[in-house]
């Protein structure tokens, strides 16, 4: 093993640990969370070296980084998110390779996802960012739609023709009343999901946590974590 592929193995074992520990703090069984390890900045061969540490979940927010580190990695039994802010331009590239797309936060945005996923044939799991920044009516200062938009947001993925209306997804605010209070802002999301599915009782992904937030959002009842960081170490032009 190179010594690349020893320090993404000890972080990664961190990052299990922690999570389990999280889970039982919570009473939680570990296998209700799910790890998305995201990849962006960092090249093919540690996407490689994940999937031979059993990581089957991972993420990308830039469509240009994306699309061919996806095909480069294309053998790989992998799934792949789209976690970042998404022009709809862009719409038709990402459905090519994304099995989800945690950011959808407009209208236009669904509209063009489901055409992008009807013209090839493909069946896009799609979740609602909520700014918990943002007031009614206004998106987020890192995307997403007031908490009060998500349910007309949520109907209109559920009827688009190619998408599955498959949860809820935030990022703790830097801004706003949950601003430094990551597991209030998590709390605050659990309630927007619980609600939403009692209307759409299959949308129970909850996407929140982060590399220094992970903890709190287990707490709070994510079952799908976002870790980069801690996993791959900081990012390159970062350190």
Known sequence: ??????????????????????????????????????????PAEDVRVLSGLGVRQVAENRDQDAGPKAAACADLPLTWHFVGQLQTNKARSVVRYADHVHSVDRPR????????????????GCLVQVALDAESGDRGERGGVAPDAVGPLADAIAAADGLRLDGVMTVAPLAGAYAGQPRAAFDRL????????????????????MSQDLDEAVAAGATHVRVGTAVLGVRPGLR
């Open 1 to 42: 093993m190179s010594s690349r592929a020893e320090e993404i193995a000890a972080n990664l074992a961190v990052v299990r640990e922690r999570i389990a520990r999280a889970c039982e703090a919570a009473g939680r069984s570990r296998d209700e969370v799910t790890l998305i390890v995201v990849t962006k900045t960092y």
């Open 109 to 124: 945005l669904v509209t063009a996802l489901s055409a992008a996923a009807t013209a090839a044939g493909r069946r896009l």
């Open 190 to 209: 659990a309630e927007i999901s619980s609600r939403l599915r009692e209307t759409h009782p299959a949308a129970n992904m909850v996407s929140a946590g």
